[in-house]
């Protein structure tokens, strides 16, 4: 590759691209909430979600030193993350909080690298962090759906024009802040009728000696702040 291909495509990723009119934010929202709140139409989208769950616990577990095992996404979107290492501390705690948390979190850095201009250096990197995660799935259906979700990421960033990329880019976020609210709900729920009783709040109360609605209380607030903070930045204001 050239010294100005190169530069072009330097350009090209991590250029600041004109933010779009309000009117196609509001839009990519609005389409985002059909996405997450028809039950039907969740089952579906949910699996995205699972992909950021399941990343968030990766990613957290090897950054505080962890083995990361693998990685399993199933077809009820679910999913299971495994990893080595001390059974309690600090480390362990990051993992197990890392989950439910990650779909707002990972909203949120979109946004702001959308208020900022980088809706391609944003396609780019969801891309990358899709392949990272490809080499630890451990099963058939998880890496259907993460390469699924990575292709649709490099369709768009490599042949789309700068609006679609830009509307792609917004639906995307919106999608992880709106989405990111509804599991600790679920989880919830679930836990009030006797389910989920080894979920990530759970394990978290074991861990810590804090209850575990307390943790989901915490959940809330990472999700709900997550999505205020985030779709100021998306609108603007």
């Known amino acids: 590759m050239d010294s100005t291909t190169a530069t072009d495509l330097w350009d090209r990723v991590f250029g600041v691209q004109p933010h779009p009119p309000v009117w196609l934010t509001v839009v990519t929202g609005l389409v985002a909430l059909a996405a997450v709140t028809p039950y039907g139409v969740w089952r579906v989208t949910r699996n995205a979600v699972t992909i950021a769950h399941e990343g968030g616990h990766a990613l957290v577990a090897l950054v505080c030193g962890r083995r990361l095992d693998g990685i399993r996404l199933h077809s009820d979107t679910s999913g299971l993350t495994v990893s080595r290492g001390r059974p309690t501390g600090p480390g362990m705690i990051l ?14 850095a979109g946004a702001w690298l959308l208020a900022a201009g980088h809706s391609t250096a944003l396609l780019w990197g969801a891309a990358a962090l899709l392949a990272a995660m490809l080499v630890m799935i451990r099963n058939a259906y998880g890496v ?20 679609v990329q830009a509307a792609f880019a917004y639906a995307v976020v919106w999608f992880l802040l709106l989405g990111g609210v509804r599991p600790p709900f679920e989880l919830q729920r679930k836990r009030r009728h006797g389910g989920a009783p080894d979920s990530d709040a759970d ?16 959940f809330h607030v990472v999700s709900l702040c997550s999505l205020a903070g985030g779709g100021r930045w998306l609108l603007g204001l």
């Open 95 to 108: 993992t197990a909080a890392a989950g439910y948390t990650a779909p707002s979190l990972l909203g949120l």
């Open 203 to 218: 394990q978290l109360a074991r861990l810590t000696n804090v209850p575990p609605l307390v943790w989901l209380f915490f």
């Open 144 to 163: 259907l759906t993460v390469v699924l979700a990575g292709g649709a990421f490099v369709v768009v960033s490599w042949l789309a024009g700068t609006h």
